[in-house]
């Protein structure tokens, strides 16, 4: 059975940073695209930070650019967010997935995503 599993949520004052995990087990993501995504309350699911697993590409959100960091450790199966610089607007629950995509451009559509973890809370007080 595989799953995501996120961790590293918190509160934290405007400014700050957090550092957000997602150990995949049942499966090995290493050729994976892993993406991050966030909801806020009464908001959609939005894309954050996708990283392609076969070439190693990164993708960001123009919201996160300059601010978030994504990367992946493979020998530990894991991919992580660093985010720097956070905002008030940053506060949402932030998802990790993974999944085989069949077009590249496909990264930023939280439907094409095979596997979900549960989610973790993040709030960034002003």
């Known amino acids: 059975q595989v799953q995501l599993e996120e961790s590293g949520g918190g509160l934290v004052q405007a400014g700050g940073s957090l550092r957000l995990s997602c150990a995949a087990s049942g499966r090995t993501f290493s050729t994976d695209t892993t993406g991050w995504f966030r909801q806020a309350p009464g908001k959609e699911r939005e894309f954050v930070a996708a990283f392609r697993g076969s070439n190693g590409n990164i993708y960001y959100a123009d919201s996160v650019k300059g601010r978030f960091t994504v990367s992946r450790e493979n020998a530990k199966n894991t991919v992580y967010l660093q985010m720097n610089s956070l905002k008030p607007e940053d506060t949402a629950v932030y998802y990790c997935?993974?999944?085989?995509?069949?077009?590249?451009?496909?990264?930023?559509?939280?439907?094409?995503?095979?596997?979900w973890g549960q989610g973790t809370q993040v709030t960034v007080s002003s």
């Open positions: 997935a993974a999944g085989v995509l069949r077009y590249w451009w496909e990264y930023r559509t939280s439907n094409k995503y095979d596997y």
